[in-house]
T-cell receptor, first 112, second 115 residues
Framework: QKEVEQNSGPLSVPEGAIASLNCTYS??????FFWYRQYSGKSPELIMS????GDKEDGRFTAQLNKASQYVSLLIRDSQPSDSATYLC????????????FGAGTRLAVHP | SAVISQKPSRDICQRGTSLTIQCQVD?????MFWYRQQPGQSLTLIAT?????????ESGFVIDKFPISRPNLTFSTLTVSNMSPEDSSIYLC????????????FGPGTRLTVT
């Protein structure tokens, strides 16, 4: 079983809709979770981090963590065409002193 | 967050040669990492660059192939040795800026093509 799993997509949503991106993780991983956005040809950009159960909001982005169900999600409200990118879920391994393990990424396409 | 630069931004190299990639940060950072991103794939950690000592390599990566240096808290190099077309990838450095944090910030990457 992979340590971090994401649906590769593409996830297609209309402009203005809510985009929901999901990530599940194995028992080995720690409780530190991150979402990165990667535009084509660019490097990953950190957009959200979450450490505690529940929701964390930052502008149009909300990260949700459910430790009991072992998933973390990213909601993008009022999606814009500029949000079209690949979204990478990343976790720090337990005892892995800052080692990030990345999921395969979900490609999001927001169409006008 | 720190400003991270990488040199070169891209290169085309012949098989059998070596390329050294530089990563420079505008401030001292606690940790530096090197990743590889093959075409259409996610990121794979190559190694943790340790300041003043040998890098810590992940399974599948060895020092002879990917020697790494980190002489100080703002600079690191990754060499891709004896290259083959399978080494064609984007190579990225990342940093952790403060002790006790886990957030990593990435440099712009080096796109390597081996012919």
């Amino acid at each position: 079983q992979k340590e971090v799993e994401q649906n590769s997509g593409p996830l297609s949503v209309p402009e203005g809709a809510i985009a929901s991106l999901n990530c599940t993780y194995s028992d080995r991983v720690s409780q530190s979770f991150f979402w990165y956005r990667q535009y084509s040809g660019k490097s990953p950009e950190l957009i959200m981090s979450i450490y505690s159960n529940g929701d964390k909001e930052d502008g149009r982005f909300t990260a949700q963590l459910n430790k009991a169900s072992q998933y973390v999600s990213l909601l993008i409200r009022d999606s814009q065409p500029s949000d079209s990118a690949t979204y990478l879920c990343a976790v720090v391994l337990s005892g892995g002193y800052n080692k990030l393990i990345f999921g395969a990424g979900t490609r999001l396409a927001v169409h006008p | 967050s720190a400003v991270i630069s990488q040199k070169p931004s891209r290169d085309i190299c012949q098989r059998g040669t070596s390329l050294t990639i530089q990563c420079q940060v505008d401030s001292q950072v606690t940790m530096m990492f090197w990743y590889r991103q093959q075409p259409g794939q996610s990121l794979t950690l190559i190694a943790t660059a340790n300041q003043g000592s040998e890098a810590t390599y992940e399974s599948g990566f060895v020092i002879d192939k990917f020697p790494i240096s980190r002489p100080n808290l703002t600079f690191s190099t990754l060499t891709v040795s004896n290259m083959s077309p399978e080494d064609s990838s984007i190579y990225l450095c990342s940093v952790v800026t403060r002790e006790g944090l886990y957030e990593q910030y990435f440099g712009p990457g080096t796109r390597l093509t081996v012919t």
